[in-house]
Structures are given as structure tokens and as C-alpha cells.
């Protein structure tokens, strides 16, 4: 397996990996309110894995 990758496809993985993160913890007080207890993943648009398809374009 190569392990050099052109740069423009560099860039996409790692915008992709970006996007598999959960919403930051302080937004849940701003959309909810303060007093609800819930699990950032809850308001985070696109929940990514590697596995799952589709596939990323690399």
C-alpha cells in the first residue's frame, strides 16, 4: 500500500474527519437552555464513520 498522498486528497480526508465530530458543549445551554443534560452527538449534523457509506471521495 502507498503511503504518499497527494495533497488535494489530503485535504478532503481532513475536512471529512472534521465533520465526524460531535457539536461543542456550549451550544447545548444556547439551543436547549441551562438546565437540560444532553449528549452533544444529539445536535451534530453529519455523524460519520469510517465505515459507513458513502464512502468519502479521496
Given amino acids: 500500500m502507498g503511503s504518499i498522498k497527494t495533497s488535494g ?3 478532503r480526508l481532513n475536512k471529512a474527519a472534521k465533520q465526524t465530530r460531535w457539536a461543542p ?3 447545548i445551554p444556547k439551543i436547549f437552555g441551562p ?5 452533544p452527538a444529539r ?3 453529519k455523524k460519520r464513520n469510517w465505515r ?3 464512502r468519502i471521495k479521496a
Avoid: E
Fill in 9 to 11: 486528497k489530503k485535504k
Fill in 43 to 45: 445536535i451534530t449534523r
Fill in 25 to 27: 458543549f456550549w451550544l
Fill in 35 to 39: 438546565g437540560r443534560r444532553i449528549h
Fill in 52 to 54: 459507513r457509506f458513502p
